[in-house]
């Protein structure tokens, strides 16, 4: 019932762009903060930017500061991540999770999405 499905993702070149979108569904979207967290081979899963309830919140890991942009439509219980100038290092599996409480840590969310696949070529 519960279902979060990422889009979006694809094969770019250094300092491009992407959005990538998660829609969900099966449970009340405006009631969660969500978050994106990604996965390279051969390490593990990793924070990247979380947006609260009500927007007011945002956070990211230092390394997409100043590049990476989370985003939520509630009416829509959709949440973005607006990746610009993308470097090899940014390649990976990108989850969107949805967390009752506020936290940027993964054992603290409830939900998670299958996984779209980033590829960033230098």
């Known amino acids: 019932q519960v279902q979060l499905v990422e889009s979006g993702g694809g094969l770019v070149q250094a300092g491009d762009s992407l959005r990538l979108s998660c829609a969900a569904s099966g449970f009340t979207f405006s009631n969660y903060n969500m978050g994106w967290f990604r996965q390279a081979p051969g390490k593990e899963r990793e924070f990247v930017a979380a947006i609260g309830t009500g927007a007011n919140f945002v956070k990211y890991v230092d390394s997409v500061k100043g590049r990476f942009t989370i985003s939520r439509d509630n009416a829509k219980n959709t949440v973005y991540l607006q990746m610009n100038s993308l470097k090899p290092e940014d390649t990976a599996v990108y989850y969107c999770?949805?967390?009752?409480?506020?936290?940027?840590?993964?054992?603290?969310?409830?939900?998670w999405g299958q996984g779209t696949q980033v590829t960033v070529s230098s």
């Open positions: 999770a949805a967390s009752i409480r506020w936290t940027i840590g993964t054992t603290g969310y409830n939900y």
